[in-house]
């Protein structure tokens, strides 16, 4: 399963976002395309230190009031914000998220149900041959 469509089925999950500038974005995960470009609303964006002129300004303009947080990081509240998906470092994912079930391939799982590979019976037993007879062509020497 590709990464774009494992996070397509993180719809309404709390993430945090790194950012390759060091920026660093938490809030509810919406959407998710192909290109890993992302869309959270209900937002908490954390500039580091080191931003430049040009990010501080960009947070200005979309009317949030920065407030200096932790560490001399500016912390502004958004209610949502895209992410560009070439510009994310890792997406963290909350350790309460069942990853067995989300890793599932639907399509998969049915496809090899169709082929007699899987079932929902516990109790069925795979069938070993031990007389040597399969369902392969047998080689014959000559």
Do not use: C
């Not at 303009?61 to 502004?76: H, K, M, Y």
């Not at 890792?90 to 391939?105: C, F, K, R, Y």
């Not at 109790?123 to 062509?137: A, F, P, W």
Request: charged share 25%; no cysteine.
């Amino acid at each position: 399963m590709k990464l774009a469509h494992f996070l397509m089925k993180l719809r309404n999950e709390q993430v945090t976002i790194e950012l390759k500038n060091g920026t660093t974005v938490w809030g509810t995960l919406q959407t998710v395309s192909p290109q890993m470009n992302a869309t959270l609303t209900e937002v908490r964006l954390s500039l580091p230190s080191k931003t430049s002129k040009a990010s501080v300004a960009s947070v200005y303009l979309t009317g949030a009031v920065p407030q200096i947080g932790e560490g001399d990081r500016s912390t502004t509240s958004l209610q949502y914000i895209n992410i560009r998906g070439n510009t994310i470092r890792q997406i963290i994912l909350p350790d309460s998220l069942n990853l067995d079930v989300l890793l599932v391939d639907k399509n998969e799982v049915s496809r090899l149900k169709r082929a007699g590979k899987v079932t929902n019976d516990p109790t069925r037993k795979r069938r070993i041959e031990h007389n040597g007879n399969s369902n392969k062509r047998l080689k014959r020497a000559l």
